[in-house]
């Protein structure tokens, strides 16, 4: 896999016009941690999809495209992959997490269609071969069992997962520490605030680097 070119602050910056484009968005580096903070910061809610962990340490950033199922039907993350296009995230809100709505040949629809990953606040089944295939899922648990390809869910609607409203386009970022929600209405806000973390993170490094204790810099003492 080729090594995502690094944008600069001032390149950076430039994206957040009116127009600028989801690929772009995508090679910017995010971490949850710091968008977490950001977003904290700007709304107040740091956007936490709570008990949701990763499969495997991948990091993804793209826009959500959403279902609502039960448990026992697992055609609805069919329908919901036919509905995502290539770069998306799928969010799952599931009731129930008894029986998986994911698993080894949805993630690789899922990846064969250039889907980037699944959240499903719920259950996944099939982890090694998921995990083999390389494909980024973050869920609530792990079971062996699944129900019926019912398709009787709602596709591209607010949902609820992790106890986080998402809705269809909001951003979404995801890595080993978990994932968050970045809504769309303060996305320019919450990036311009990332922003100034990472800088503000560097310059503490820096000073750590050159033997300043941290008690000091955070003006503890």
């Not at 949850?32 to 977003?39: E, G, K, M, N, P």
């Not at 993170?201 to 204790?213: D, F, L, N």
Request: hydrophobic share 40%; with cysteine; proline share 5%.
């Amino acid at each position: 896999m080729k090594n995502k070119k690094k944008l600069s602050p001032e390149s950076i910056l430039e994206l957040f016009s009116p127009k600028f484009s989801d690929s772009k968005l995508a090679r910017l580096d995010l971490n949850t941690s710091q968008v977490s903070d950001a977003l904290n910061k700007v709304t107040g809610n740091p956007g936490v999809l709570s008990g949701i962990k990763p499969l495997f340490d991948k990091t993804i950033v793209g826009r959500a495209v959403t279902a609502s199922t039960m448990a026992d039907d697992w055609g609805t993350s069919i329908k919901a992959i036919e509905a995502a296009k290539e770069g998306e995230v799928l969010v799952i809100q599931v009731e129930g997490d008894d029986k998986a709505v994911w698993g080894e040949l949805a993630s690789k629809t899922a990846q064969e269609r250039g889907i980037i990953s699944t959240i499903i606040d719920g259950a996944v089944r099939d982890a090694g071969a998921v995990k083999r295939l390389e494909y980024p899922v973050f869920s609530k648990t792990i079971v062996p069992n699944a129900g019926s390809p019912k398709a009787e869910g709602k596709i591209n609607i607010p949902v609820t997962c992790g106890d986080v409203t998402v809705k269809p386009h909001d951003l979404i970022i995801g890595d080993e520490c978990g994932v968050v929600v970045v809504p769309d209405d303060h996305l320019k806000d919450v990036i311009d605030e990332t922003l100034r973390i990472k800088r503000n993170e560097a310059q503490i490094i820096s000073k750590i680097e050159k033997g300043y204790s941290f008690s000091d810099i955070l003006g503890l003492n």
